[in-house]
């Protein structure tokens, strides 16, 4: 019997090779244009920092979704003038990652 009899196919096999499971929860990550605070007031978003949504969906493409209904639909009211603005001209949306991940 040589050595290479005794290799199985579990040493064969490389890192890259590993078989990963499929992501069951992903989130819509933001980065904010302006400094903001949260409806609740609890979370205070600044400028140029990047934040993962509240929210976590089964899917990339449900994550994806949501995303660009969101930005389609959603308004941010401003604290000093009380004028409604639209949510997409003080986000830019980073894309939807894996529970755990973030945008580089």
Do not use: C
């Amino acid at each position: 019997m040589s050595e290479l009899d005794l290799l199985r196919d579990e040493d064969l096999r490389t890192e890259r090779e590993e078989a990963r499971e499929p992501a069951k929860r992903w989130r819509n990550w933001w980065r904010f244009n302006i400094s903001a605070l949260s409806f609740d007031g609890g979370t205070v978003y600044e400028r140029g920092k990047s934040y993962a949504g509240p929210m976590a969906f089964p899917s990339r493409e449900v994550a994806e979704q949501r995303a660009l209904d969101k930005l389609a639909r959603s308004s941010v009211t401003r604290r000093r003038t009380g004028r409604k603005e639209r949510f997409a001209e003080h986000v830019e949306y980073l894309g939807a990652f894996p529970e755990g991940e973030r945008p580089e």
